[in-house]
């Protein structure tokens, strides 16, 4: 393979909500992707386009806010600024995980062809992640050359060698998407084997990414971090084992055929997590968000883990998801009680801060919509919330209102629910409407309707633009929209307490 091509892994620049929270990009997956190359001698860099390069002024990238027209606030490098990036390479690849940012992945890539026009040599452009996957006729019609369909870190290393040689032949690759005129060419990842522990994936390259600039900035993908410190992300394993209808990866549960393994339950060794967080600790970070989907689903392995986790000066922040039954375990009678000795152990290693997604208080909602993943008539949260609070561990819990067929009297239960939990111990609490990503079930139950496929297939990106928790709802629901955005709103100012609620207001992209 040729080890001469130059291939810059990045991040777009963001498009937020006038409500909603600026944050840097920083996501885990890029650095596997940067990791992957430079484990094969590949020059590789990585760029998060919302704070530019190390050498890069903040006022220009983070703090350069750009109203749009279709009524966001666009921040990060301007696109001539990142046109001078890209001219220094050959592949530029994306990982697109969140819909609301599609516009701004397509931005990236006609900038990258634009540059390779004007240079008069080719740039190969590329993306993955769950979000390009489900949105590939959107990415291919729109400057992308190939879209990742399987793990990315062992495609692109595919592409690249296909790439280096000159033929632009990738009809070898399985796990991947092309373009064949209007035509999709759609190449399985027939050959991937579900495997448990994932073995040969190279160590996310953390020193690729902007930790200094984020830890600058202060303002991690959610949650609440004490000003000064520095953070990056760890993945134990991948995947979850429920199946929520709104979740990002539940359509392609259902594609293990085209997608192989993506979405399904694997994890990381032990000996791997004790490198990896060896590497985040000698890089000085001293706050790790777990970027698991699901961390709590093997109490055994976590408690294995704990001893490997447990650092001097090192904390950790779950934000991104925990199922909430693990904290409880049966008792000799069968019922349900709070495991005291697994929260004690979680406070043990170091984890400071939990975001808690107690999603409804209508069952039947949960069970239709979350897979019935926790069930507050039969497991008391206030006990867990309690036993949280005990061991000094900061919790937020996060309430879904709005589902499609959902009623006002069933929002106003899962309001009150919040205002108990708040009661019981709480450091805070968010609403969110539930979004039918493109990859969601939930998604492929409104797109029935074949006028509203022919209307999102005629201009997606109005859609995706609007595609946030806080913006009112893109499909039909029981509860009107706009009541429905009054309501994320005003829950929230009612619930929280003020010194939360300024800290938050403070990093508003309009701030
Ligand atoms: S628990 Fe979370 S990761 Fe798992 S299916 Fe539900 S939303 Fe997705």
């Not at 209808?245 to 399904?264: N, R, W, Y």
């Not at 069930?375 to 061991?391: F, S, T």
């Not at 450091?427 to 074949?450: C, K």
Request: glycine share 6%; aromatic share 8%.
């Amino acid at each position: 393979m040729s080890k001469n091509l130059k291939v810059l892994v990045m991040e777009p620049a963001n498009q937020q909500l006038p409500t909603d929270t600026a944050r840097p990009n920083g996501a885990l997956g890029p650095a596997f992707l940067v990791g992957a190359l430079r484990a094969q001698g590949i020059e590789a860099d990585y760029l998060d386009a919302t704070v530019g390069l190390p050498s890069d002024l903040i006022e220009e990238t983070f703090y350069n806010r750009v109203e749009q027209e279709n009524g966001t606030i666009r921040y990060g490098m301007s696109a001539s600024a990142m046109a001078k990036v890209f001219a220094n390479y050959d592949i530029i690849a994306t990982s697109s995980i969140f819909s609301a940012q599609t516009r701004l992945h397509l931005e990236a890539a006609r900038i990258a062809k634009e540059v390779a026009d004007q240079r008069g040599r080719e740039i190969l452009v590329i993306s993955g992640g769950v979000n390009a996957r489900a949105m590939r006729e959107v990415f291919l019609s729109n400057h992308f050359d190939i879209i990742a369909l399987a793990e990315g870190e062992k495609v692109i290393i595919q592409i690249i060698d296909a790439f280096s040689r000159g033929n632009r032949d990738f009809s070898g690759i399985h796990g991947i998407a092309t373009r064949d005129g209007d035509r999709t060419v759609l190449q399985p990842v027939s050959s991937e084997r579900k495997t448990i522990e994932m073995k040969d994936l190279p160590f996310p390259a953390f020193d690729a990414m902007p930790l200094d600039r984020y830890q600058q900035i202060g303002i991690p993908h959610a949650g609440l971090l004490p000003k000064g410190m520095k953070y990056a992300a760890i993945q134990t394993s991948r995947g979850c084992q429920d199946r929520c209808t709104f979740c990002h990866i539940s359509l392609e549960k259902q594609q293990a055929d085209l997608l192989g393994a993506v979405g399904s339950l694997r994890m990381f060794s032990l000996d791997r997590v004790r490198q990896e967080v060896d590497r985040a600790v000698a890089l000085g970070v001293n706050r790790l968000y777990f970027e698991d989907d699901n961390l709590f689903f093997n109490k055994k392995r976590l408690t294995e883990l704990a001893p490997i986790l447990r650092r001097d000066g090192l904390e950790y922040s779950n934000v991104n998801g925990a199922n909430l039954r693990f904290l409880f375990k049966r008792d000799q009678q069968g019922q349900n009680i709070v495991d005291t000795e697994f929260i004690e152990m979680l406070a043990g290693f170091g984890l400071k801060e939990l975001v808690m997604p107690f999603e409804s208080r209508n069952v039947d909602i949960l069970q239709k919509y979350a897979s019935g993943k926790f069930n507050p008539d039969v497991m008391d949260p206030i006990l867990i919330v309690k036993a949280l609070k005990k061991v000094g561990i900061r919790i937020s819990g996060n309430f879904m209102i709005g589902f499609r067929d959902e009623s006002w009297d069933s929002i106003l239960r899962t309001k009150e629910y919040a205002r108990v939990l708040l009661d019981a111990g709480l450091d805070a609490v968010g609403f969110m409407i539930p979004v039918p990503y493109p990859g969601s079930l939930d998604f492929e139950a409104v797109m029935q309707n074949s006028a509203t496929r022919e209307e999102f297939n005629k201009d997606p990106l109005q859609f995706t633009d609007h595609m946030h928790w806080r913006a009112k709802p893109l499909f039909p629901t029981v509860v009107s929209g706009e009541k429905l955005v009054d309501a994320v709103q005003e829950f929230w100012l009612e619930l929280n307490q003020s010194p939360y609620k300024q800290e938050k207001l403070s990093q508003n992209v309009c701030s």
